[in-house]
Antibody, heavy 123, light 110 residues
Framework: EVQLLESGGGLVQPGGSLRLSCAGS????????MSWVRQAPGKGLEWVSV????????YYADSVRGRFTSSRDNSKNTLYLQMNSLRAEDTAVFYC????????????????WGRGTLVTVSS | QSALTQFRSVSGSPGQSVTISCTGT?????????VSWYQHHPGKAPKLMIY???ERPSGVPDRFSGSKSGNTASLTISGLQAEDEADYYC??????????FGGGTKLTVL
């Protein structure tokens, strides 16, 4: 059974940093691209980033590019999202999602998701 | 990328059919038929219901079906059941290694 478990969320002040983790199990983690998707309170889902199966290539939404960095440790079956220069508008539940392919360019959908971790940016 | 447009809410009685629409531009859909739909019960993990416009993952009931015409994709749920009450989101590959979601539609089963 595929499982994704996010952690690392919490309350952080504007301008601060936070690192989220997503532990994957039940599939060969290194052979799939992974994404982060977020949902601000009362809003819809917003794609944030994608990372290839090897971790060598990443892409980001315009709203986070230059502030967020996605990485992965395939030896630990874990995906990370380093978030810097956080803003109030980054407040959201962050989900990790498994891509449908190892290559981000071939990802057509996200077939498994975690339950999310809440990030609150507030002073 | 702007979010794909979905009506905020839709409702139906048990046994009825409902259709949830998702509208974008040609650039939103990127000229690809890579539209997917997700069911989300608040507090739980979103669940893939439809991919590649009309394909159903194993385990998803055939009451769920998808289609696309021009710049509008649709999810139809027939034979509504109480457990179908959830938020539904469309998603499309938008090109340039980016994906765009709809704003979500809350389905209420009366």
């Amino acid at each position: 059974e595929v499982q994704l478990l996010e952690s690392g969320g919490g309350l952080v002040q504007p301008g601060g940093s936070l690192r989220l983790s997503c532990a994957g199990s039940g599939f060969t983690f290194s052979t799939y691209a992974m994404s982060w998707v977020r949902q601000a309170p009362g809003k819809g889902l917003e794609w944030v980033s994608v990372i290839s199966g090897t971790g060598g290539t990443t892409y980001y939404a315009d709203s986070v590019r230059g502030r967020f960095t996605s990485s992965r440790d395939n030896s630990k079956n874990t995906l990370y999202l380093q978030m810097n220069s956080l803003r109030a508008e980054d407040t959201a539940v962050f989900y990790c999602a498994k891509g449908s392919s190892a290559y981000f360019s071939d990802v057509r959908f996200f077939d498994f998701w975690g339950r999310g971790t809440l990030v609150t940016v507030s002073s | 990328q702007s979010a794909l447009t979905q009506f905020r809410s839709v409702s139906g009685s048990p046994g009825q059919s409902v259709t949830i629409s998702c509208t974008g531009t040609s650039s939103d859909f990127g000229g690809y038929n890579y539209v997917s739909w997700y069911q989300h019960h608040p507090g739980k993990a979103p669940k893939l219901m439809i991919y590649d416009v009309s394909e159903r993952p194993s385990g998803v009931p055939d009451r769920f079906s998808g289609s696309k015409s021009g710049n509008t994709a649709s999810l139809t749920i027939s034979g509504l059941q109480a457990e179908d009450e959830a938020d539904y989101y469309c998603c499309s590959y938008a090109g340039s290694y980016s994906w765009v979601f709809g704003g979500g539609t809350k389905l209420t089963v009366l």
